[in-house]
């Protein structure tokens, strides 16, 4: 009923630059949170970033001042710029977002499949 689509991932050189893309979709009645994940192989998802429905955001310490997470409500989309970009970087992210369906009463939680970034020389 609900899809999130990452996009814009792809291998980059450091200090390069990115811009993930995720859209919502399907039988949306309210978007509420929305948040960027990563997970290496062999290493824990972390959050990376996170905004509120009134465009509050929160960073991981490690992405502070290069990272900056925002959206369109319009288009039911979230983007993750990611300046100055680190071998460290590289893992697969993910989108995650608190969504009540049309006619429903609560939110839940849904994710998308995720888009690899690769940071390397």
């Known amino acids: 009923q609900v899809q999130l689509v990452e996009s814009g991932g792809g291998l980059v050189q450091p200090a390069g630059s990115l811009r993930l893309s995720c859209a919502a979709s399907g039988s949306i009645g309210s978007i509420y949170d929305m948040r960027w994940y990563r997970q290496d192989p062999g290493k824990q998802r972390e959050l990376v970033a996170g905004i509120n429905s009134g465009g509050n955001t929160n960073y991981a310490d490690s992405v502070k001042g290069r990272f900056t997470i925002s959206r369109d409500n319009a288009k039911k989309t979230v983007y993750l710029q990611m300046n100055s970009l680190k071998p460290e970087d590289t893992a697969v992210y993910y989108c995650?977002?608190?969504?009540?369906?049309?006619?429903?009463?609560?939110?839940?939680?849904?994710w998308g499949r995720g888009t690899q970034v690769t940071v390397s020389s």
């Open positions: 995650n977002a608190d969504i009540r369906l049309v006619g429903g009463q609560f939110p839940r939680t849904y």
